[in-house]
């Protein structure tokens, strides 16, 4: 005979069977339904209201057990605390109060063919970078004769320095970090206090001010900004000093735009230039050349400010409507042409 302890016993165990059954395939689906959510990224009057409403909804789906996930990139907070930025998400009157007194380098190299990007880039810096604040240019190029100097606006300075050219696009793209160490282990020390560091072939579009500054800054990549870490394009070889093992790693970030203070950009490029010819004497060359240094390096040094895409967009990604401003646009070019 079966005790009746035994059946309640069998009972429950069947019960809690049914249940752990449908929890996980509810959590699957859920997880598969909202993982890309269609958000409003911009907190502005409206904004907030979207965003209470999404946290209305966020919680309303944890009481019924069901996991929300959001992706990170659409947060205005990192895991570790560091503001994600997103338009709205700041208040640029403090900011300005803040770093008032602050001098900013902009660091661009325009070598060879690409010495053409650099009058729209100057005029449109001119216009939206930095506006009323000290602001240096460093442009390193091959051609110092050939550059036509734009007007630029009060206290600030361009900085024409000859580099030579290398001649595949790559080594030239990757000699920017041996420049910024020695760049910023001298002259810059006490000349600027931020620096920020871009690709030429690139045109400002809209604001850009000192919400950007910060002790270690990267932007996220346009095109990996809602892809699963698993599928960012990390250096995956370990030979090469660029590796980043699956399962790290945060972001992608892209190198056409990233920053800091003068002595964490010393650090950053020191640590990346120093992996490329580790590399170079193995004979081998990151996924993404310097890219891929950046993002090794920002796996283990965690950026205290990222810029979301409002930072670096391309007109032919898609999800163009999650990003209500574009900050600063690549300009489209010609790969095969303009490099060679
Ligand atoms: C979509 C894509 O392909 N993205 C990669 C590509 O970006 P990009 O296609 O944006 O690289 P790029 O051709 O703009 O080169 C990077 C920068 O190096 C400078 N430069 C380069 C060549 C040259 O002849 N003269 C010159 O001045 C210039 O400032 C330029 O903006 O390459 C980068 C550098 O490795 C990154 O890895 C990017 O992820
Ligand atoms: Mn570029």
């Not at 165990?13 to 993982?35: D, E, G, M, P, R």
């Not at 320095?161 to 810059?188: F, G, P, Y």
Request: overall charge neutral; hydrophobic content about 40%; charged content about 25%.
């Amino acid at each position: 005979m079966v005790s009746r302890a035994a059946i309640s016993g069998g009972l429950i165990a069947s019960v809690l069977i049914l249940v752990l059954f449908y929890a996980k395939n509810t959590t699957f689906f859920f997880q598969n339904k909202f993982f890309i959510e269609p958000v409003n990224v911009s907190v502005n009057e409206q904004g907030i209201q979207v965003l209470r409403m999404e946290l209305a909804q966020c919680e309303r789906k944890m009481l019924l057990g069901q996991r929300y996930i959001r992706k990170p990139a659409l947060q205005f907070i990192t895991p570790w605390l560091a503001p994600i930025l997103w338009d709205g998400t700041y208040d640029l009157k403090i900011l300005n109060n803040q770093f008032k007194d602050k001098r900013i380098g902009l660091f661009v190299f325009a070598v060879k063919k690409y010495i053409r990007f650099l009058p729209p880039f100057l005029e449109s810096a001119e216009r939206y970078f930095m506006v009323g604040y000290s602001v240096n240019y460093y442009v390193f190029t091959d051609k110092v004769g050939e550059v036509q100097r734009p007007k630029l606006g009060n206290g600030r300075i361009l900085n024409l320095l000859e580099v030579e050219a290398d001649k595949r696009w790559q080594d030239i793209s990757m000699k920017r970090m041996q420049i910024l160490v020695n760049l910023t282990n001298e002259r810059l020390r006490d000349e600027i206090d931020y620096l920020v560091c871009a690709d030429v072939d690139m045109v400002f579009n809209d604001h850009v001010g000192v919400e950007i500054l910060g002790n270690l800054v990267a932007t996220l990549h346009p095109g990996f900004f809602l892809s699963e870490p698993m599928h960012f394009p990390y250096e995956r070889r370990p030979i090469s000093e660029a590796y980043v093992p699956l399962g790290q790693g945060d972001f992608y970030y892209m190198a056409a735009f990233y920053g800091g203070t003068v002595q964490e950009i010393y650090k950053l490029s020191s640590a990346c230039c120093s992996g490329i010819s580790v590399d170079k004497k193995n004979n081998i060359e990151a996924l993404w050349q310097e890219e891929s240094h950046l993002n090794k390096y920002l796996v283990y040094n965690k950026p205290t400010k990222v810029l979301s895409p409002e930072y670096i967009w391309d007109t032919n990604l898609p999800h163009g409507d999650l990003v209500k401003k574009k900050r600063f646009l690549a300009v489209h070019k010609d790969h095969e042409e303009v490099r060679n």
